[in-house]
């Protein structure tokens, strides 16, 4: 893959094990920044008692970008895994949980229903 790739990739377009491991990596960059935030206390103000913090709306985007990645790995839609990249991702959820742990649970079901949603759409032709 020629352009970069981030956490916001389509996951269709990862192509090779290092498109994926550079995805990974990408997840794991914004992980360590958000639970960077927690410790630090940044990013945890609401502006409305209903609204998610900046550090909800980090965790929960990196988490449903994951649980629908996730979702095709294990139907084995994208390329495997390298070593490597088991070995990050077996660091993600770790990173997800210290990061908001209710937020990370939410949003990687998500991720995964919605990841399931769009290949019943795919199946249908549309």
């Known amino acids: ?15 090779t094990s290092q498109d994926v491991l550079f995805y ?5 960059s914004e992980l360590y920044t958000a639970r960077a935030y927690r410790r630090l206390g940044l990013c945890q ?20 970008a994951f649980g629908f990645f996730l979702y095709f790995l294990q139907r084995d839609v994208l390329p495997t895994l390298s070593e490597a990249g088991r070995e990050v ?3 993600l959820d770790r990173l997800g949980n210290d990061a908001g742990k209710e937020a990370w649970a939410w949003s990687m079901s998500n991720g995964k ?7 019943a759409i795919a199946a249908l032709g549309f």
């Open 45 to 64: 103000e609401r502006e409305a008692p209903c609204e998610l913090t900046d550090l909800e709306n980090i965790v929960v985007s990196v988490g449903e």
């Open 113 to 119: 229903v919605n990841g399931e949603a769009d290949e």
């Open 89 to 91: 991702l077996s660091n």
């Open 24 to 28: 990974l990596c990408a997840i794991e």
């Open 1 to 15: 893959m020629n352009t970069q790739i981030n956490s916001r990739t389509n996951v269709f377009d990862l192509k």
